[in-house]
């Protein structure tokens, strides 16, 4: 059974700072990743999707790689401003590509000015 | 073009009651999908849509709840009796589904629903 785990948990920051959310699953026969924001009281809104065949996938600030071997993806965001603040969901999808997401539980980033 | 649309956004009954949510997803997006998010968890599938047969409804309650897809467009999902744990947030999303396999996976805002 797959399981997502996000650390940390919560993370505040200062403005401008570059910081790093990481993502781990337990099985690596995925078929892709994908990065969420969900802002308070809103539902979800994708940020970066990728593929099981690659390593990384950048929109903007944000960047997004993938070690499907080690069972890991990682968000960067740089130079990270108040309006970044939110919760941000990793899901992975099993790799018959028709099996449903797995949500981990979320890393709350706080940016403070 | 449009996004996912979810009513109401905001619910709130007691125990026992019966509530129904609607989800009308993207145009043209044949999957259709049912989370339930619990305060502090990520979103748990509750259904899977693919137009209007059901794809996956194994962690559907099905006691209590009860989902369909008439004509494969809009959704409605409803919970009968309500109990407190079902407390939680509600979202819809959709897909397109290309070549036999998955894309990105678009929500709407969510139906927060509240049981006393």
């Known amino acids: 059974k797959q399981e997502v785990t996000q650390i940390p948990a919560a993370l505040s920051v200062p403005e401008g700072e570059n910081l790093v959310l990481n993502c781990s699953f337990t099985d690596s026969a995925i078929y892709n990743l994908q990065w969420f924001r969900q802002d308070p009281g809103k539902g979800l809104t994708s940020l970066l999707l990728?593929?099981?065949?690659?390593r990384e996938q950048t929109s903007g600030r944000l960047n997004a790689s993938l070690d499907k071997s080690s069972g890991r993806s990682t968000l960067y965001i740089a130079a990270s401003q108040p309006g970044d603040s939110a919760t941000y969901l990793c899901a992975v999808r099993g790799q018959g590509g028709s099996e449903k997401l797995v949500f981990g539980k979320g890393t709350k980033l706080t940016v403070n000015p | 073009e449009a996004g996912v649309a979810q009513s109401p956004r905001y619910k709130i009954i007691e125990k026992r009651q019966s509530v129904a949510f609607w989800c009308n997803p993207i145009?043209?997006?044949?999957?259709l999908y049912w989370y339930q998010q619990i305060l502090g968890q990520g979103p748990k599938l509750l259904i899977q849509?693919?137009?209007?047969?059901?794809?996956?409804d194994s962690q559907l309650p099905k006691d209590r709840f009860s989902a369909e897809r008439l004509k494969g467009v809009d959704s409605t999902l409803k919970i009968q009796p309500a109990k407190l744990e079902d407390s939680a947030v509600y979202l819809c999303a959709s897909s397109l589904m290309t070549s036999g396999f998955y894309n990105e996976q678009f929500f709407g805002p969510g139906t927060r629903l509240t049981v006393l």
């Open positions: 990728i593929q099981s065949s690659q």
């Open positions: 849509f693919q137009n209007n047969g059901v794809v996956d």
């Open positions: 145009s043209g997006h044949a999957t």
